[in-house]
């Protein structure tokens, strides 16, 4: 059985850093499609960033790029999100999702692309 387990959130202060942990079990992270997304209340959930196990291909999302950095630790099966000068709309709930392969039309920025989600984890940053 599949699962993935984030950890790392936390409250912090306009600024501030946080690394987010994705943890994989039941599924090798050697050649999959891992991606971090958000939702906050009374909003869709969005894509944040995403990364290809297998070759590296990253992608980020506008409101993160340059503040955001996705990578893996293959060794610990484990997928990371390192956040740094978050910033007030940066507070939501984040979810680690895996697929293994994307269907025709799939995207990275689209929750339907993955099979797999984590429970998530609270990121509330304060002004």
């Known amino acids: 059985q599949v699962q993935l387990v984030e950890s790392g959130g936390g409250s912090v202060q306009a600024g501030g850093s946080l690394r987010l942990s994705c943890a994989a079990f039941?599924?090798?992270?050697?050649?999959?499609?891992m991606g971090w997304f958000r939702q906050a209340p009374g909003k869709e959930r969005e894509g944040v960033a995403a990364?290809?196990?297998?070759?590296?291909?990253?992608y980020y999302a506008d409101s993160v790029k340059g503040r955001f950095t996705i990578s893996q630790d293959s060794a610990k099966n484990t997928v990371y999100l390192e956040m740094n000068n978050l910033k007030p709309e940066d507070t939501a709930r984040y979810y680690c999702?895996?697929?293994?392969?994307?269907?025709?039309?799939?995207?990275?920025?689209?929750?339907?692309?993955?099979?797999?989600w984590g429970q998530g984890t609270q990121v509330t940053v304060s002004s």
């Open positions: 999702a895996a697929d293994p392969r994307w269907k025709y039309g799939d995207t990275w920025y689209s929750p339907s692309s993955y099979s797999y």
């Open positions: 990364i290809y196990t297998g070759g590296g291909t990253i």
């Open positions: 039941g599924y090798t992270l050697s050649s999959a499609w």
